[in-house]
């Protein structure tokens, strides 16, 4: 097996922040090197807007509409950036918009498409910070059968 076969799909999970660009960057990058083809997903997570003490987003009314297709929006924004970026490097490019927990989804994607390695940015939390919030990422790590690359916040 040489170099550019170990990878030949990566999937590069994006949330449309300045970090998760810097993950997509990367990761195209490395893409153009190993010849591999690219998904770049992003997990809408309904869930993380939703008042705990709400059993389902319904209860929101109009408002979760807005709230909703901003997200969608949000999410259709980020896949573009990265298809852009990966057609500039003319790179194999497959965009997806999920719905779902987070980690969950982003595992169980790389799973289905049995992608080589998943790349994803970090905001860098840490301490108490990172209990209260979880880490996407970390759980990413932790729960992985296939490689991680985590982009950290660039200082």
Do not use: C
Not at 41 to 58: D, G, H, Q
Not at 97 to 104: F, I, N, R, S, Y
Request: proline share 3%.
């Amino acid at each position: 097996m040489t170099l550019n076969n170990i990878f030949q799909k990566i999937l590069i999970a994006t949330d449309g922040s300045k970090f998760s660009q810097s993950a997509v960057l990367q990761g195209i990058e490395l893409a153009k090197f190993m010849g591999a083809k690219v998904y770049a997903l992003y997990v809408l997570n309904k869930n993380a807007y939703v008042p705990p003490v709400l059993e389902t987003p319904i209860h929101l009314g109009p408002k979760w509409n807005v709230l909703e297709e901003t997200l969608r929006q949000e999410g259709d924004d980020a896949i573009q950036y990265a298809k852009k970026v990966a057609e500039d490097k003319e790179i194999d490019y497959e965009g997806v918009v999920v719905e779902g927990d987070p980690a969950h989804a982003i595992l169980e994607f790389a799973e289905q498409k049995k992608v080589d390695m998943i790349i994803m940015g970090t905001l860098g939390k840490g301490g108490l910070e990172r209990f209260l919030l979880g880490s996407v990422a970390d759980k990413v790590v932790r729960h992985s059968k296939i490689s991680v690359l985590v982009v950290k916040k660039q200082k």
